[in-house]
């Protein structure tokens, strides 16, 4: 894969997205860095998905803006944006039958011409893709009949072969042992810092969020709470506005980054 050259950049101006007649999101304003991993935390319906949805033009805004480099997401042709940001959603669904191999080759629709033609970068970034993420020896097998972790790899192997400016992952260490989780965001780390990847990442275990997060993005009610590095967002009064939680913030023994220890208020 290529190092990517220059930085783009990503944000919702008063934003306002909803699926019903209720808003999910009002008036939200976000600007992501230029460079480095995000990864945006809250609680379960706080509208963390539905945000990643609305910057990667899956959702249109019912007021606001996303803006790509200025201008206005969707203005710009799909093919462009598609070169540029990249999604991994929660649940993806996969084609009946296909292999590991083709899924991952369909990362790469966005840089071939009209005609679709393969040639030797397709094969040679889809490798890559595949051997970074632990998934060579499973390319040919079906996707069907994979573990949900080895299903998990194979979407963010697709998704690195797209090799997108702007990587968004939602959720993307679910059915992933711990192993492999640490491995992903290990990753996801060298891609930001090798390859200039511009990583956002949905994540719903605090603690992993924080050890991996240049910066955190705090949301609770449809509405950002906090951002900013992991030291300064997380706190014991954020802990307890944002996820109803009781808990103590130590210093991570082995990153120093804050590690988050509950408090059982209800043991004597």
Same mark, same amino acid.
């Given at each position: ?7 783009? &950049? ?20 976000? &600007? ?11 609680? /379960? ?7 990643? $949805? ?5 959702? $249109? ?9 200025? =201008? ?26 296909? &292999?590991? =191999? ?13 005609? *679709? *033609? ?5 094969? %040679?970034?889809?490798?890559? =893709? ?9 390319? +040919? ?12 790899? !194979? ?7 797209? %090799?997108? +400016?702007?990587?968004?992952? +939602? ?7 711990? !192993? ?21 990442? #949905?994540?719903?275990?605090? /603690?992993?969020?924080? $050890? ?12 950002? #709470? ?9 706190? #014991? ?26 408090? +059982?208020?209800?043991?004597?």
């Amino acid at each position: 894969m290529t190092e990517h050259t220059g930085a783009h &950049s990503l944000e919702a101006r008063a934003l306002t997205v909803g699926y019903d007649r209720e808003p999910i999101l009002e008036g939200l304003d976000l &600007s992501l860095p230029p460079e480095g991993i995000t990864m945006i935390v809250g609680g /379960n319906g706080c509208g963390k998905s539905t945000l990643l $949805r609305a910057l990667a033009r899956l959702l $249109r805004p019912r007021a606001g803006s996303v803006l790509l480099d200025g =201008a206005s997401i969707a203005s710009l042709p799909t093919k462009e944006v598609a070169r540029i940001v990249g999604l991994l959603p929660q649940a993806p669904v996969a084609p009946d039958g296909i &292999s590991v =191999a083709d899924l991952v080759d369909r990362g790469r629709t966005p840089h071939r011409g009209w005609l *679709g *033609g393969r040639d030797h970068r397709d094969d %040679e970034v889809v490798a890559d =893709a595949l051997q970074v993420t632990g998934m060579a020896e499973f390319a +040919d097998r079906s996707i069907d009949e994979l573990s949900g972790g080895q299903r998990q790899r !194979a979407w963010v192997a697709m998704a690195l072969a797209q %090799e997108p +400016d702007i990587l968004l992952l +939602d959720e993307p260490t679910t059915y992933l042992d711990l !192993a492999h989780q640490v491995e992903l965001l290990q990753l996801l780390v060298r891609l930001s810092r090798e390859r200039g990847t511009q990583v956002v990442v #949905v994540m719903h275990e605090l /603690n992993l969020a924080t $050890r991996y997060a240049d910066r955190l993005v705090a949301m609770r009610g449809g509405r950002i #709470v906090a951002e900013g590095s992991p030291s300064e967002v997380v706190t #014991v009064e954020l802990l307890r506005e944002v996820f109803d939680l009781e808990a103590i913030v130590v210093p991570d023994p082995v990153a120093g980054t804050p590690m988050i220890v509950p408090v +059982d208020v209800h043991r004597s």
